[in-house]
Nanobody, 121 residues
Framework: QVQLVESGGGLVQPGGSLRLSCAAS????????MGWYRQAPGKQRELVAV???????NYADSVKGRSTISRDNAKNTVYLEMNNLKPEDKGVYYC???????????????WGQGTQVTVSS
């Protein structure tokens, strides 16, 4: 099994910054991509930012220019730094890993439990 442990969420004031971390552990055969998704109350889960094993990144338009995703392949850890946070950034942030935990299974999504981010004064 793949375990994803997120940290770094909490209450942040508008205009503030935060750094989310997600460490993957357990049985991991390969990782194609890791990243972050978020879900606001009453809305569908949406992509925030992802990074491939080769370092290619993709950001949601809503966070582009004020967010940076990075990855430590040796530690199987992904980070998300967000600046100039806005109330609309509020939501549960989920770590995602797209990969395989054994050679016998297809590439698939694995999810963390989520960490709450609240942006409020």
């Amino acid at each position: 099994q793949v375990q994803l442990v997120e940290s770094g969420g909490g209450l942040v004031q508008p205009g503030g910054s935060l750094r989310l971390s997600c460490a993957a552990s357990g049985s991991i055969f390969s990782i194609r991509r890791m990243g972050w998704y978020r879900q606001a109350p009453g809305k569908q889960r949406e992509l925030v930012a992802v990074i491939t094993s080769g370092g290619n990144t993709n950001y949601a338009d809503s966070v582009k220019g004020r967010s940076t995703i990075s990855r430590d392949n040796a530690k199987n850890t992904v980070y998300l730094e967000m600046n100039n946070l806005k109330p609309e950034d509020k939501g549960v942030y989920y770590c995602n890993l797209w990969g395989r935990n054994t050679i016998a299974v297809p590439t698939q999504d694995y999810w963390g439990q989520g960490t709450q981010v609240t942006v409020s004064s």
